[in-house]
Structures are given as C-alpha cells and as structure tokens.
C-alpha cells in the first residue's frame, strides 16, 4: 500500500512537470511570466540606449523582470515580429525605417510616439566651410572622398547611398559602428580637419561639438522624423497597463537631451537611469497614469 501511494505521488508530480512544461514558454501563462518584458535596442544609438535603460528601471520598480537585447537594427525588428522581442523604442518614421516596418506590417503595432522632431542627414563641423550636400563633390579631397557613415543595416546608411547616387557624389560611405564613427569625428575636430559623417538629433554629439547639417534640397533624408515606439503584435491586448505607459511616454528636446548627456558621462547605465529617475518623478508619473 506504501509503494502504490508513492507511485501516486511520483506519477502526479510527472503530470505537473507536463503541464508546466506545456505552459511555460509563453509569457502570459502566469504572474510570474506575465511579468516578463523585453524591450529591444541598437548599441551606440545614444537616444535608444538613453529611453530603453530609463524604461527598464521604471517598469523594474512596477514589479517587472526586464530584460534588455541589444542587437542589429533588422535582427531587433524580426525578433519584434517573432516575439522574442516585445518592444522597440527607437523606430524613426516617416523615412528612415519606414521599409522595415512595412515588411513586417502585419506582425507589428504602434504604441506611442517618444520625441516628435528628430532630424537626420549628413553632418560636418561648423568650422567647414560649406553647407549642402550639393557642394561635397567639390570638397571630395578635402574629405579625403570618404562619408564616415555608422552600421550597414541602419536605415540612414541606404539613405546615404541614395544621396551618393542622386547628388552624382564621387565619395565613397565608410560604415562600421556608431561609436566607431564618433571616434573618427572627434578625431578630425581635435585637428581641425575637414570630416562629413551620418548624424542625427537629438544626439549628444550636438553637445559635444559645434555641427552643422548639410542643407539636403532633394529631400534623400526627409524633414522631421519621429521617434517612436513599436511592439510585437499582440502585446497591447497581453499588456494593456504598459501600452498605456508607451503612449504617454515622451520627451521634449530638453529633456532627451540632458538624459542622454548623463548616460554618456555615467559610469554604468542602470545607475545612471536610476539617478535620472529618482530626479524626474513627476515626469515618470505622467508616463504610468492609466
């Protein structure tokens, strides 16, 4: 009798592991998964960085397990549309990644718009002596026929090879990293050489140095981009109280801007969000009212 009840007992908790098994893989299948949210984000694009760390912090404190992915640009959009990642916060529309939105249309859902004028071209120091994109060509040598420009798959680097083409421009765009094109640039500023390169605001390189954008009479970059928010389709209905959240989210230029300057400067990003938080409480209300 002894061992038909400890066979009972053995068989019920085989039954339990298959049923938590079954289970356990998806993130609403209890309050524990229910709580877990990835939030994706592309290293060395300051503002994205800056919103995603500052969003971590925020939903850790509503109770959330967290996880933050950084990866390329298309691998953060497809693991959107896979659901291995919940949310992006760092889609600029209506140009740079209007292709990649539109190629997963079906599988993604605007939630909220984060910053509503950026702006992104090719960018040069104050100190060069011209102001269009027209007038490269000209100045090739002096550029040494290269346009510093940051990862391959980024929506501006297609972008740039548009304006190559439509300016009939005989410079060639150089990519590697964000962090590496910076490097470059100050670089160049620190000898006063002449340096045209991908750039973007809001951004703390505006801080850091005195830039200019290169008038774009075509249009090859747009005018104003916004900055917003997108997630895998399904997370609104599964997260109504952080949709909520994601919408209210927003930030003006002053704000976004001594955020990111912060986190450049800091010595850790969770530290550095968690000071900023601690410091801007009614603004993180705003954002958590239902």
């Known amino acids: 009798m002894k061992n038909l009840k400890q066979l009972s007992t053995f068989f019920m908790a085989i039954v339990m592991l298959l049923l938590v098994a079954c289970t356990g893989g998806k993130k609403n299948s209890g309050d524990t998964l229910k709580k877990e949210v990835t939030i994706g984000y592309v290293d060395g694009w300051a503002e994205g960085v800056a919103m995603t760390y500052v969003t971590k912090v925020i939903l850790e404190e509503q109770g959330y397990n967290v996880k933050v992915k950084n990866a390329a640009v298309d691998l953060v959009f497809a693991s959107m549309s896979q659901g291995d990642v919940d949310v992006f916060m760092d889609v600029w529309l209506p140009v740079t990644h209007k292709e990649k939105v ?26 060069v002596t011209i102001n269009s994109i027209e007038e490269l060509e000209a100045a090739k040598d002096k550029f ?46 620190d000898k006063k050489e002449w340096i045209v390169f991908c750039g973007w605001a809001p951004h703390w390189m505006f801080g850091r140095f005195d830039l200019k954008f290169l008038s774009d009479s075509k249009k090859i970059y747009g005018d104003e981009e ?65």
Do not use: H
Request: charged share 25%; glycine share 6%; proline share 2%.
């Open 144 to 189: 040494k026929g290269k346009i510093i420009g940051i990862e391959k798959g980024a929506g501006m680097t297609g972008m740039t090879e548009v304006a190559i083409k439509d300016y009939n421009l005989s410079l060639k765009q150089i990519n590697s990293s964000t962090v590496a094109m910076l490097t470059e640039v100050k670089k160049a500023i």
């Open 226 to 290: 916004k900055i917003m928010t997108y997630s895998r389709k399904g997370f609104k209905k599964d997260f109504p109280e952080l949709a909520s959240y994601f919408t209210n989210f927003s930030m003006t230029d002053a704000q976004i801007s001594a955020l990111m300057n912060d986190m450049e400067n800091g010595s850790s990003k969770d530290k550095t969000a968690k000071e900023w938080v601690r410091k801007n409480q009614e603004l993180v209300k705003s954002w958590l009212k239902k």
């Open 102 to 127: 539109a190629k997963f249309k079906n599988k993604l859902e605007y939630i909220g718009t984060n910053y509503p004028s950026a702006k992104l071209g090719l960018v040069v120091p104050s100190y």
